[in-house]
C-alpha cells in the first residue's frame, strides 16, 4: 500500500511533529472537562472498620479486613458511612473478596442528606470477578449530598465471604482502567435480553466504555496522520481505514470470547440424544419437563382447551410454549381469564408463583369479583397444578 | 426419510438459486457471490409460499405433495434457466479485474474468515440451543408447531376471541396472532422436511440467512466497484455486529430474516431502476413484497424504497416538488383519517403520539454498549459523501435517502410512540434497529467508495502523492465498476 508507506513516512519527518502537537492538543481538549468536573484526584477513602455497618447479615472486624455471613436467605447489606467526606471526587469504587465463589450479584445504593430512602446506583450480575470496581458518577445520582453507600449481596444461603478491601476513589489511569477491565467482565451465558442488547458485562458502571475509549482513540490518532497525509500531500485514507478496523477488532475480540463461550457451552452441555432431540437447556427445564406430564394427563383433542395461569409472565408463557401443538391459552399481563370464560372440561394449568387458591374445590383468584368453578386437581408438582373444571 | 430430507431441503434452495440466475442474467458457473445469497433468500421465501399455496388449495402440509410442488417448481426454474442462459450472460459487464498486492489479498481473506468465523459459532449455537428467546416462543414457534401438527394453517385469534368463540378444533391463540405467517412457516418446512418437531433442527433458516446477508453484501459490493479488500473489509463488518449474530445464535425471531430481505429490497431495487433492468426492480418488489410477510415493520420499510425509487427516477426538481407533495399527503392524511384505521398492524389511536422523556437518549445506549461495534463512527462518512457528491451520485443518494426514512420512522416509533416502552427498557429498539442494518452497512460503503473517488481524484492532482488503494477498483475495461461501465455504455 503506497499511501501507507507515504503517510508513515511523513509521519517520521518534519509533518509528525505538528502531529504530534495536534495529538497532545486534542488529549488536552479531552482532559479539560475532565478536570474541570473535578474528577482528576488520586484521594482514596479506605471504607474499613471505622465506617461499615451489616444491616443484614454479620459482619466481622478483621485486622487486614472484614468477614461478612450472608443470611439464611442469603442475603446481606453493608453500610459504608461517607460523612464528612465529598463523594464527587471518589466516584470509583473498589470491592475486593477474597472468596465470591457464593456471591451472585451486587447491588448499589445512596442515600443523600435529602432523601429518607437510598436511591439505586447500579447492579453488578454474576460477579465472577475477585475485584468488582463500578463507577457511580454515570447517572448524576453521585453528589455531595450523598452521606451513606449500601451495598446488598446476594448470594449462596449462610456463607461466608471475606473482604479484602473497599475503597472509594478518584480517577486515575489505574481506576479508569480497572473500572473498564471489570466492566467488559467475562462473556456470559445468553439472556434473555440478549437479542436486543447483545454485549455482556456491567457497562452501566463504566466511567469510559469500550466504544467511547476506542473511539477516542481512533480520533486521537487519527489527528497525526490528517496532518501527515496534508504535508506529503498523500491519501489518509488507508491509514485512516487501518486504525478503523484496529478498532473494530480490538471491540470483535470480546464479542467472539462471547460467542466461543456460548457455542462451546451449547455443544458440551447436552448428550447428543439431547441435541438431536433439542430438549431445552435453558433453566425452564423443570418446566418443560412438568409440561411434558400435563400433555401427557390431557384427553387428545384439538378442541380440548388448556388455560395457563401465572403470576410470571415468563413461566406462565414458556409452560404454555411447552404445550403447544395443544390448544393452549396463555394472556400476557393476567393470570387465568374471569370465571365467565372457564367451561366444564377446560384444564387450568396454574404455573407458580401465582394468586390463585382453591379453596373448598373453588378455584379463586382476589381479583376476581367472584368465586370461580368447581375445579378438581389433576396434577401436582413444584412448578405448579393442573386442574379440571368440572 | 432421509431422501425426503434432502429433497425437501434443497429443492426451493435450487430454485431459488436458479431463478436467481435467470434474473441477474448470470452464468451457472463459477456462481458470483451475490447471485447465490439473493438464491438462498429467494428460494427459503419459496418454501414458505410453496407451503401457503398448499393450504389454499386444500391440500395438507405434508411431505409428499411438498416435495411434488417443490419439483415441479424446480423443474420451471431448469427450463427457465435454460432457455435464457446463453443470451443473458454476454450483457454482464467483467467484475472489476484485481490489482490487489500480496498484503491486501491477505487481508481480505483474513477479514472474510473472521466473518465465517462469526458465522460458524453462531451456526454452531443456533443448532445446539433449542428455541430459547421470548419472542421466538411467544408467538413464532407456537404458529409453527401447530400448522406442523394440525398439516394446515389453521387459524391464530386474540385471547379475547378465542375465549368468547369456545372450543373449537381449528381455532388457536397466541400472544400475538395476526402477526405475517412466513418465519413460522419456515419452521414448519424444517420440521417437513425432517419429520418431527425439533427445537434445534427448526433453528436451521436462521444461520442460511447470516450466509445469503454475507454474499449478497460481499458480491453487490463488488459490483458496485469495490476491491476485493474494501468488500471483505464491509462484509466483516457487518456479519460482526454483535446482535447479527446475536440473532443466528439465539434464532427464532424475525429480525435477522427482515434485515436481510430488506437489504436485498433496496439493493435490487435501486441497482435495478439505475441500471433499467426489469427484472432486477421485479425481484427487488418481490423482496419488498416479503418483507411485509415477515413482519409488520416490513411494510413501512418496504415503503421507503419509493422515495428511494423516485431519487433515481426523477429530476432533481420534480424529485424535490414530488417529494414535498408526498410529505404533505402523508401529513394530511394524518390529519384527515380516522385514528382507529389500522395499517400493518398500527393504528394512530394505538400509537399513542406524544414525546416520551428518556427515550432518545435511551436509543444511544446500545451504540455505547457494542451493540453495534463503532458503526456509529462510521455513519460519520455518509454526510461528507454526500457533501463531496453534491448529488451526483444518485445511488449513494437514492440509498440515503431510503434508509434516512426509515431511521426517521424508526425514531419517532422509539420515542414519540407507546413503543418507546421499548427503547427505554431495552427491550425491542436494537432488535429493530437492526433491519436497517445491513442498509445502513451498505450506505457507509457506497459513502466510502464516493469518499475514495474523490480523495483519489485529489491525490492525482500534479505533484501530489500516491491516492488510496481503497479506492473503487477498474474494470477490465478500464472503466469504473459495472455501474459505471453500464451507465458510460448507455
Not at chain 1, 277 to 292: C, E, K
Not at chain 2, 323 to 351: C, E, F, N, R
Not at chain 2, 414 to 421: E, G, H, K, L, N
Not at chain 2, 479 to 484: A, H, M, N, S
Request: glycine share 8%.
Amino acid at each position: 500500500m503506497p499511501a501507507v508507506k507515504t503517510v508513515a513516512a511523513a509521519l517520521r519527518r518534519q509533518a509528525s511533529r505538528k502531529g504530534v502537537i495536534a495529538f497532545l492538543v486534542f488529549l488536552l481538549a479531552l482532559a479539560v472537562p475532565l478536570v474541570s468536573a473535578g474528577l482528576f484526584g488520586t484521594a482514596s477513602l479506605p471504607l474499613d472498620a471505622g465506617r461499615a455497618a451489616a444491616m443484614v447479615g454479620e459482619l466481622e472486624i478483621l485486622e487486614d479486613g472484614m468477614a461478612l455471613r450472608l443470611d439464611s436467605k442469603g442475603a446481606a447489606l453493608l453500610r459504608f458511612d461517607l460523612n464528612g467526606e465529598d463523594p464527587t471526587r471518589l466516584p470509583f469504587f473498589r470491592f475486593e473478596l477474597a472468596e465470591n465463589a457464593a456471591v451472585n450479584r451486587l447491588l448499589f445504593f445512596g442515600r443523600s442528606v435529602s432523601s429518607a430512602e437510598p436511591f439505586t446506583l447500579g447492579v453488578a450480575e454474576g460477579t465472577g470477578a475477585r475485584a468488582v470496581a463500578p463507577y457511580f458518577g454515570g447517572d448524576g445520582r453521585w453528589t455531595s449530598d450523598v452521606i451513606e453507600l449500601f451495598v446488598g449481596i446476594e448470594g449462596r444461603p449462610g456463607a461466608s465471604i471475606r473482604i479484602d478491601r473497599a475503597t472509594l476513589g478518584g480517577a486515575t489511569p489505574a481506576s479508569w482502567l480497572g473500572n473498564l477491565r471489570w466492566g467488559l467482565a467475562k462473556p456470559e451465558q445468553w439472556t434473555l435480553r440478549s437479542v436486543n442488547v447483545a454485549v455482556p458485562g456491567n457497562l452501566d458502571l463504566v466511567f469510559l466504555g469500550p466504544v467511547a475509549a476506542l473511539s477516542l482513540l481512533v480520533a486521537g490518532l487519527s489527528v497525526p496522520v490528517l496532518f501527515a497525509a496534508f504535508a506529503a500531500r498523500a491519501s489518509a485514507l488507508p491509514v485512516l481505514a487501518l486504525i478503523f478496523l484496529a478498532g473494530w477488532l480490538v471491540l470483535d475480540l470480546t464479542w467472539f470470547r462471547q460467542q466461543l463461550h456460548n457455542a462451546h457451552a451449547g455443544v458440551v452441555a447436552a448428550t447428543m440424544h439431547e441435541k438431536r432431540l433439542g430438549l431445552p437447556l435453558d433453566h425452564a427445564t423443570a418446566l418443560s419437563r412438568f409440561a411434558g406430564r400435563v400433555d401427557d394427563a390431557v384427553p387428545a383433542g384439538a378442541s380440548q382447551r388448556i388455560l395457563v395461569g401465572s403470576a410470571d409472565e415468563f413461566r406462565g408463557m414458556r409452560a404454555a410454549y411447552h404445550l403447544y401443538p395443544r390448544n393452549v391459552y396463555w394472556e400476557r399481563g393476567r393470570e387465568l381469564p374471569s370465571p365467565a370464560y372457564l367451561k366444564k372440561g377446560d384444564f387450568l394449568l396454574i404455573v407458580r408463583p401465582s394468586r390463585h387458591s382453591v379453596q373448598g374445590g373453588v378455584l379463586r383468584h382476589p381479583d376476581w369479583e367472584q368465586p370461580g368453578p368447581r375445579v378438581r386437581a389433576v396434577l401436582a408438582d413444584e412448578p405448579g397444578t393442573l386442574l379440571v373444571v368440572r | 426419510m432421509a431422501v425426503f430430507t434432502c429433497l425437501l431441503l434443497t429443492m426451493p434452495l435450487l430454485s431459488g438459486v436458479l431463478f436467481s440466475v435467470f434474473l441477474l442474467r448470470q452464468p451457472l458457473w463459477p456462481p458470483r457471490p451475490h447471485v447465490i445469497g439473493y438464491g438462498l433468500l429467494t428460494g427459503m421465501f419459496l418454501a414458505s409460499l410453496s407451503l401457503r399455496l398448499l393450504d389454499l388449495s386444500g391440500v395438507p402440509l405434508t411431505v409428499v405433495p411438498a416435495l411434488v410442488l417443490n419439483a415441479a417448481l424446480l423443474l420451471t426454474v431448469v427450463v427457465l434457466v435454460r432457455r435464457h442462459q446463453s443470451a443473458a450472460v454476454a450483457k454482464e459487464p467483467p467484475v472489476a479485474a484485481s490489482r490487489a498486492g500480496r498484503g491486501q489479498k491477505a487481508l481480505a481473506l483474513i477479514l472474510l474468515l473472521l466473518a465465517a468465523l462469526h458465522l460458524l459459532l453462531a451456526t454452531t449455537d443456533a443448532l445446539v440451543r433449542p428455541l430459547f428467546g421470548w419472542d421466538a416462543t411467544m408467538h413464532w414457534a407456537t404458529k409453527a408447531k401447530v400448522w406442523f401438527d394440525q398439516a394446515q394453517i389453521v387459524e391464530f385469534v386474540s385471547n379475547e376471541a378465542w375465549l368468547e368463540r369456545g372450543p373449537a378444533p381449528n381455532l388457536f391463540t397466541d400472544h400475538h396472532p395476526a402477526y405475517p405467517p412466513t418465519v413460522p412457516l419456515l419452521q414448519v418446512w424444517m420440521a417437513l422436511s425432517v419429520g418431527f418437531w425439533s427445537e434445534t433442527i427448526v433453528n436451521w433458516p436462521w444461520p442460511l440467512f447470516g450466509v445469503a446477508l454475507a454474499l449478497i453484501f460481499y458480491g453487490e459490493s463488488r459490483e458496485l466497484g469495490a476491491s476485493a479488500l474494501c468488500a471483505s473489509v464491509f462484509t466483516y463488518l457487518l456479519i460482526s455486529l454483535p446482535l447479527v449474530t446475536a440473532h443466528i445464535a439465539m434464532a427464532g425471531y424475525a429480525d435477522l430474516p427482515l434485515a436481510t430481505c430488506y437489504l436485498a429490497a433496496l439493493l435490487c431495487t435501486a441497482r435495478g431502476i439505475q441500471t433499467r433492468d426489469a427484472r432486477r426492480v421485479g425481484q427487488g418488489l418481490f423482496f419488498a413484497i416479503m418483507c411485509t410477510q415477515l413482519k409488520n415493520e416490513g411494510f413501512f420499510w418496504a415503503l421507503t424504497l419509493l422515495p428511494a425509487a423516485m431519487v433515481l427516477l426523477m429530476p432533481f426538481r420534480t424529485l424535490l416538488v414530488t417529494l414535498l407533495i408526498g410529505l404533505g399527503g402523508v401529513i394530511v392524511s394524518l390529519l384527515i383519517l380516522p385514528a382507529d384505521v389500522t395499517v400493518a398492524g398500527h393504528s394512530l389511536q394505538g400509537l399513542e403520539l406524544a414525546y416520551r422523556d428518556g427515550a432518545a437518549s435511551a436509543l444511544l445506549i446500545p451504540f455505547q454498549r457494542g451493540t453495534w461495534n463503532l458503526l456509529g463512527l462510521l455513519v460519520l462518512l455518509v454526510p461528507l459523501a454526500l457533501a463531496l457528491s453534491r448529488g451526483e451520485d444518485r445511488l449513494l443518494l437514492a440509498v440515503s435517502v431510503a434508509i434516512g426514512s426509515a431511521v426517521s420512522l424508526y425514531l419517532i416509533l422509539f420515542t414519540m410512540t407507546r413503543f418507546a416502552y421499548g427503547a427505554i427498557h431495552l427491550s425491542a429498539s436494537s432488535r429493530i434497529a437492526l433491519h436497517l442494518m445491513p442498509g445502513l452497512a451498505l450506505l457507509c460503503l457506497l459513502a466510502w467508495l464516493q469518499i475514495c473517488r474523490w480523495s483519489g481524484e485529489r491525490t492525482r492532482a500534479p505533484g501530489a502523492g500516491p491516492g488510496p488503494a481503497c479506492a473503487p477498483e477498474v474494470s477490465d475495461s478500464g472503466k469504473q465498476g459495472p455501474i459505471e461501465a453500464r451507465r458510460q455504455k448507455g
